[in-house]
């Protein structure tokens, strides 16, 4: 019995938790939205692969957006470390 006002109450919260963390997505700083875009482009440009046959592989491509992910996050990191 206890149970389902658990359920309940769990059940009416997750909706109000994604708008929560919708609002928080969105409170990006331009600064920090234009920082992600160069740093974006530099991944791009940096893992730019000139054969497109050799990304036909499953595996090359989880390779290639998880170093760009790592790149990228790295970007982030060093331009917040040296800006403040």
């Keep these: 019995m206890r149970?389902?006002?658990?359920?309940?109450i769990?059940?009416?919260a997750l909706p109000s938790l994604e708008?929560?963390?919708q609002e928080r997505r969105k409170q990006r700083s331009p600064e920090r939205q234009?920082?992600?875009?160069?740093?974006?482009?530099?991944?791009?440009r940096?893992?730019?692969?000139?054969?497109?046959?050799?990304?036909?592989?499953?595996?090359?491509?989880?390779?290639?957006?998880?170093a760009r992910k790592a790149y990228?996050?790295?970007?982030m990191q060093r331009t917040k470390a040296a800006g403040g």
């Design 46 to 66: 940096t893992y730019k692969v000139k054969s497109r046959t050799a990304v036909n592989s499953p595996e090359v491509k989880a390779g290639m957006k998880s």
């Design 34 to 44: 234009a920082q992600r875009e160069i740093c974006q482009q530099e991944a791009r």
């Design 72 to 75: 990228i996050r790295d970007c």
């Design 19 to 21: 708008a929560f963390a």
């Design 3 to 8: 149970a389902l006002p658990i359920a309940v």
């Design 10 to 12: 769990a059940l009416l």
